[in-house]
């Protein structure tokens, strides 16, 4: 008991052991045997990739030979500003923020009461019910949706027993927002986005809320705010960073989709749509290069907007 | 920790209402796939559904096509999610602890693939397979799913490894132990749960995927493709509502598994009860 144990020299031991040592004594050979596998595959498939996209969207693509040749050129990109092709930007751009905006109307409510009013049992409840839906398959939800909105569907049953069909014909009827029936109006494209991206608004909304401490509610109630006045003047301010963060979701995945356009709503493509259509059926990869720049920029627009805003905080 | 104040007042009817609505609307989807699946009809989506049968589940799972597509996707998924797994534990090994110049970048590269549009991925990596003369097929579709699946597995393991504390690592090593037995008697045990949840998820995110699989898919059909298509052929419906519904209980029972095995702990394990 008294007698202090040697130590076993560092040096000795099994090949292992000393590997071991030398690692723990050259930290930065650790660490970059450690990041040299993810760092390959990053670098050299995806950012490399990005890279060879970025640069086909400089090649030339000859209208009559349906040929992909290396000349360079921006040809590409100043097509871009054609009405037709501005148009669908537009488009998909109007609809991702139409799509974000409702989101963060309909998640709020929802994370409110998650963060709020819910502890425990309860509280993990919420947690799963919204956590399910938000991985639950994307296909089988968009295909769900086409089910709903069918003609002679759910969505139409409902609406005949409840005595709202002169409603949404009046609706469907608005320019911009009906079309001739739900499955083929702008209104059904844009339920179904709202449906799909919403859970991916109610976590950033709901953490943002968590973290809100029940000190500062107290103390604006003992300084005489209303209810109503402290939601307005201290819950809703607080929560800014959430909802951003949340519109990041909704804004990017909305701008990117192809598979809703192409399922739900009036014909006319979305950037998505255009990307598949030009690189699959017209064969145009410098035209999809140039056209995925778009969401690109404009997401890094958004981002460097939502940033001032506190979003990556509460990411 | 909520104060006694703020949970005795009770939400307002408003309130309630629009949060338990807003949790319907994100299930009734869900709940018609399910419904549909027994529907008896075979080639409306007439609601409400006309009588109960199990007949398509039988007919869905001997049809060769549904059976290949099951195949390659749960291959793709395995193999991709291994990768990921592999992947994704270094990266939040390498990250955790230390600070060096990049680590933010590399972080950010991590995410990207998630955080940017599916489509842009599934487009560079196309027009990279098309330049580097790689025909399209089973091997370009993992190496898809591979990349956008790490940023899971790693977000579950660096939260654990952030949870676990450094000491019991450098007590192994004091104690004699080589880094292999580290890893494999302290490490491991730890990140276990945290590990196979990461798996889970990414295995659920491989499984689903159609928008990067699109561009790398070439000819070849996984299920979410096969259901795609399936789309434009209303003869099928029966057959497809069968498919959606393994299709979507394949991704949403993870989500149960991996709650259970990383929920609670907000402890630092062998931190000494900190």
Request: charge should be positive; charged fraction near 10%.
């Amino acid at each position: 008991m008294n007698s202090v144990t040697v130590p076993q020299t560092p040096a000795s031991g099994s090949p292992l052991r000393r590997f071991s040592n030398l690692l723990y004594r050259r930290p930065n050979l650790y660490l970059s045997l450690l990041l040299v596998p993810p760092l390959l595959w990053f670098g050299a498939i995806y950012l490399g990739s990005l890279l060879t996209l970025l640069w086909q969207g400089f090649y030339t693509f000859d209208d009559f030979t349906m040929a992909v040749t290396p000349d360079l050129t921006l040809a590409n990109f100043t097509a871009l500003f054609q009405p037709s092709n501005f148009d669908i930007i537009l488009r998909t751009l109007s609809m991702a923020i139409v799509v974000s905006i409702a989101s963060a109307i309909v998640a709020f409510p929802i994370a409110y009461y998650m963060a709020r009013y819910t502890s425990g049992k309860t509280k993990a409840f919420f947690y799963i019910a919204v956590m399910m839906p938000m991985w639950a398959s994307y296909i089988v939800k968009a295909y769900a949706w086409t089910l709903l909105l069918a003609k002679g569907g759910v969505a139409q049953w409902f609406v005949q027993h409840l005595g709202l069909e002169p409603v949404l014909q009046l609706v469907l009827g608005i320019p911009g927002v009906g079309g001739s029936t739900l499955s083929t109006s702008h209104l059904g494209r844009f339920m179904v986005f709202v449906y799909i991206w919403l859970p991916f608004m109610i976590l950033p909304i709901q953490a943002s809320l968590e973290r809100l401490p029940p000190s500062l509610l107290q103390a604006s109630a003992d300084l005489g705010a209303k209810p109503r006045q402290t939601f307005m003047q201290v819950i809703l301010p607080l929560s800014i960073p959430g909802i951003a963060a949340g519109s990041i979701f909704t804004f990017s995945l909305t701008l990117g989709d192809f598979i809703v356009p192409q399922l739900v709503g009036p014909p006319g493509y979305f950037i998505g749509s255009m990307v598949y259509a030009q690189q699959g059926a017209i064969g145009n990869m410098p035209m999809a290069a140039a056209f995925t720049l778009v969401p690109i920029v404009l997401i890094a627009i958004y981002l460097s907007i939502v940033k001032r805003l506190g979003a990556f905080d509460a990411l | 920790m909520r104060s006694d104040a703020s949970s005795q007042d009770r939400a307002s009817l408003g309130l309630r209402i629009a949060a338990w609505g807003g949790l319907m609307f994100l299930h009734f989807p869900i709940l018609i796939i399910f419904l549909y699946a027994f529907n008896t009809e075979d080639a409306a989506f007439s609601f409400p559904p006309k009588g109960f049968t199990l007949k398509w589940i039988g007919v869905a799972f001997s049809r060769p096509d549904v059976l290949e597509a099951i195949k390659l996707s749960l291959q793709i998924a395995a193999i991709a999610t291994l990768i990921a797994m592999v992947l994704g534990t270094l990266a939040s090994a390498a990250l955790y602890r230390r600070d060096f110049f990049g680590k933010q970048g590399i972080s950010l590269m991590l995410i990207l693939p998630i955080a940017l549009p599916g489509i842009i991925t599934g487009i560079a990596l196309l027009a990279t397979f098309k330049t580097l003369g790689i025909e399209p097929g089973m091997f370009t579709i993992i190496v898809g799913h591979a990349t956008f699946c790490v940023v899971i597995v790693y977000n579950n393991v660096i939260a654990r490894l952030r949870r676990t504390s450094y000491s019991l690592i450098e007590a192994s090593m004091d104690l004699g132990a080589d880094g292999w037995q580290t890893f494999r008697y302290i490490v491991l045990p730890n990140l276990g749960s945290a590990l196979l949840a990461g798996g889970m998820l990414a295995f659920a995110l491989s499984f689903d995927e159609i928008i990067v699989t699109t561009f790398t898919a070439g000819h070849e059909r996984t299920l979410p493709l096969w259901l795609l298509n399936q789309l434009s052929r209303p003869r099928d419906v029966p057959v497809t509502n069968v498919v959606a519904m393994l299709v979507m209980m394949v991704t949403m029972l993870p989500i149960l598994g991996a709650y259970y095995l990383t929920r609670g702990g907000e402890s630092v394990a062998g931190s000494g009860g900190k």
